[in-house]
Nanobody, 116 residues
């Protein structure tokens, strides 16, 4: 069972930046996708950004140009650099690891609050 450990959430003012990290407990040598989803109160969980082990990225339209996903495969870690944060980015951010076919793992979530 792969464990995902997230860090980096917190409280930031509008326009500020945060970097989230998510580390998997073991190395994955097959094709996989790591990424981030978020869930705001009263809303469904939504895609933020993903990155394959081959470095193909996918972003939600609402974060394009502000957020950057990256990964260090040697460290089994994915990062989410979030710049120009807005109050509507406030949510619990969840790390996801997909190992086709059919293996999905989620982190415990980290709170990001954007408020003055």
């Amino acid at each position: 069972q792969v464990q995902l450990v997230e860090s980096g959430g917190g409280l930031v003012q509008p326009g500020g930046s945060l970097r989230l990290s998510c580390t998997a407990s073991e190395s994955i040598f097959s094709f996989n996708v790591m990424g981030w989803y978020r869930q705001a109160p009263g809303k469904e969980r939504e895609l933020v950004a993903t990155m394959t082990s081959g470095s193909t990225t996918n972003y939600a339209g609402s974060v394009k140009g502000r957020f950057t996903i990256s990964r260090d495969n040697a460290k089994n870690t994915v990062y989410l650099q979030m710049n120009s944060l807005k109050p509507e980015d406030t949510a619990v951010y969840y790390c996801l690891l997909l190992i086709p076919p059919g293996r999905n793992y989620w982190g415990q979530g980290t709170q990001v609050t954007v408020s003055s």
